[in-house]
């Protein structure tokens, strides 16, 4: 019976505001990205007086930041792979004022690099050199929570914790969520696609964005707010926008469709003696819990424990291989916890499951949470980690993480595997002291071959950023670049929305 499983709480865990990083007086440390990665600046303007008159004219003084100390946080991204060098970030308030700046930009040919929370994983949200930083964090307005329909509309700048808050106070359930929930704003999240920890239940945000606002390249506001799942009229703009990462147009403004708050959230983590038995239980946790599993996450030994150690946890079980973290949402507590019960004692009667705990408490599920979530976070606190995300099929899953411990075996490094294991998307970490050219070139681009040659993708939800344009082909095809290439041309024929991003350079 997996009552007889120990049950043991004790998690006491840090703040949940996992994401902020002071850079003051250490930027030196992360080298600049132009010099790291050997790039050739584009032909754009480099602004000057006049063009900051113009701006603090339009937006107001205080908005226009051209002291260097006050941009650097802005520079750098979460990880410190990524260090532009930009000299003016503005703060606009509404899509007006980004209307503006982009018409004045487009006419100066001045490049920008649209920012949200800065919480992006891939070198998209910092610039690659000078470009103007446009941060969003003023838009961070909700507009309206209509409680009949589920509609949440905002401002792009507000930050998804917010929004899952107010979402809960209307008795909703924001369909993202995701470590960096603290810090990220919803206007990174669409322009990423974010996919996070509920995609097998709720899909992605190609799904529960309804509608949205951009402001083109030109200045031109393109309205596509809307409040309806049906609406075939016509090609469906709105999906270029979601996972553009600002490259096509900046985001103000969304519309999303939230489900009813589940009254019954059951939450499991369990322990696994191999990649076989995750599978098994994978397809188990499908059949047994069927509609109403909304996470199943994977954690390897190693992320459990930089997790666990970093962060001072007291985890109620440890010492196993693999970890599973099973959690539902439904609206009949009792019939859950049959459907739970079932499952998990199939599981340990067959041995593909050795321990265990299981709640139904808030409390005790978000400590359960905090492992998995704080995964990421303990892999870079003390140096540097080389991220990929990718999807593979998931009998091949794991095999890349043991294929490349035993080609990292030389080198001083910690090679782990997690990740949303119910959405086929891995996380292979390599965990270092720091940025080593050695390292870099000794995963990639054999990473992405590996990936590739399994049809797997080269990003199954950061996006591509900066630091993997070079790696689109690996899941692109020529032809769909070209028109990638061809649309971006359409909407940004001078090429200063977010250059250097996306798409591999000519
Ligand atoms: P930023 O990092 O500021 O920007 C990301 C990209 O979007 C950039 O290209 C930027 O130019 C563009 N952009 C930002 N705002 C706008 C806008 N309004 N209009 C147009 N373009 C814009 N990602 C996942 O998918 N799933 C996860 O589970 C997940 N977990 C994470 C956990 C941690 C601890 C961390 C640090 C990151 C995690 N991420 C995850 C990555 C990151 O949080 C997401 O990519 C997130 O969506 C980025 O949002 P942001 O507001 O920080 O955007
Ligand atoms: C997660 O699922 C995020 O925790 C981050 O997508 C993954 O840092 C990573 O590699
Ligand atoms: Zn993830």
């Known amino acids: 019976m997996f009552s007889s499983i120990r049950v043991k709480y004790s998690l006491i865990l840090s703040s949940a505001k996992l994401v902020k990083r002071n850079y003051?007086?250490?930027?030196?440390?992360v080298e600049l990205t132009k010099d790291r990665y050997k790039i050739?600046?584009?032909?754009?303007?480099?602004?000057?007086?006049?063009?900051?008159?113009?701006?603090?004219?339009?937006?107001?003084?205080?908005?226009?930041?051209?002291?260097?100390?006050?941009?650097?946080?802005?520079?750098?991204?979460?990880?410190?792979?990524c260090r532009g060098n930009s000299q003016l970030l503005l703060k606009p308030k509404n899509e007006i004022e980004i209307s503006q700046i982009l018409k004045y930009c487009y006419s100066r040919?001045?490049?920008?690099?649209?920012?949200?929370?800065?919480t992006g994983l891939v070198g998209g949200s910092v610039p690659v050199f000078d470009e103007i930083i446009i941060s969003l964090q003023r838009l961070n307005e909700i507009y309206s929570v209509d409680e009949i329909t589920g509609i949440i509309t905002c401002g792009s700048g507000c930050i998804l914790e917010n929004l899952e808050n107010e979402a809960k106070n209307h008795g909703l359930r924001f369909p993202l969520d995701l470590g960096a929930k603290s810090t990220c704003q919803i206007g990174g999240n669409a322009s990423t696609n974010a996919g996070g920890l509920r995609v097998i239940r709720y899909g992605s945000l190609h799904g529960s964005i309804l509608g949205i606002e951009t402001v083109l390249a030109s200045g031109n506001i393109l309205d596509l707010m809307s409040n309806f799942?049906?609406?075939?009229?016509?090609?469906?703009l709105k999906h270029l926008?979601?996972?553009?990462?600002?490259?096509?147009?900046?985001?103000?403004?969304?519309?999303?469709?939230?489900?009813?708050?589940?009254?019954?959230?059951?939450?499991?983590?369990?322990?696994?003696?191999?990649?076989?038995?995750?599978l098994k239980t994978f397809v188990k946790a499908k059949k047994y819990l069927g509609e109403i599993l909304s996470a199943c996450e994977l954690i390897d030994e190693i992320s459990f424990k930089r997790s666990v150690e970093t962060f001072n946890l007291n985890p109620p079980i440890s010492g196993y291989p693999f970890y599973m973290l099973i959690e539902t949402s439904g609206s009949n507590n009792k019939h859950d916890e049959e459907k739970f019960n079932i499952f998990l004692n199939n599981g340990m009667e067959n041995g593909e499951i050795l321990d265990g705990t299981f709640t139904g408490e808030p409390g005790k599920i978000s400590e359960i949470w905090k492992i998995r979530e704080l995964v990421p976070v303990s892999l870079i606190e003390d140096g540097y980690c080389f991220k990929y995300d990718i999807s593979l099929p998931?009998?091949?899953?794991?095999?890349?993480?043991?294929?490349?411990r035993e080609r990292m075996k030389n080198f001083d490094v910690d090679v782990?595997?997690?990740?949303?294991?119910?959405?086929?998307?891995?996380?292979?970490?390599?965990?270092c002291k720091g940025f080593s050219q050695d390292i870099y070139r000794k995963i990639e681009p054999f990473v992405f071959e590996y990936t590739s040659k399994l049809k797997g993708s080269v990003s199954a939800e950061h996006g591509i950023g900066f630091l993997k344009t070079k790696y689109l082909p690996f899941s692109k095809s020529d032809e769909a670049i070209n028109l990638m290439r061809n649309i971006k041309t359409m909407?940004?024929?001078?090429?200063?929305?977010?250059?250097?991003k996306v798409l591999p350079q000519e």
């Open 241 to 278: 926008f979601i996972g553009c990462e600002g490259t096509l147009g900046i985001i103000t403004k969304v519309a999303v469709l939230c489900p009813a708050i589940s009254s019954s959230i059951n939450v499991a983590f369990i322990a696994l003696p191999s990649f076989e038995a995750v």
């Open 394 to 404: 998931l009998r091949d899953f794991y095999k890349i993480v043991l294929v490349m």
């Open 229 to 236: 799942k049906k609406d075939n009229t016509g090609y469906h």
């Open 40 to 81: 050739k600046r584009n032909n754009y303007s480099v602004i000057n007086d006049k063009d900051i008159s113009f701006f603090e004219n339009q937006i107001g003084k205080s908005y226009v930041v051209t002291n260097s100390d006050d941009i650097e946080g802005n520079n750098i991204d979460f990880l410190r792979s």
């Open 24 to 29: 003051k007086g250490n930027h030196n440390a």
């Open 416 to 431: 782990c595997g997690y990740g949303h294991i119910g959405d086929s998307n891995l996380h292979l970490n390599v965990a």
């Open 491 to 500: 909407l940004d024929p001078k090429n200063i929305l977010n250059p250097y």
């Open 109 to 118: 040919n001045l490049a920008v690099c649209p920012q949200g929370g800065n």
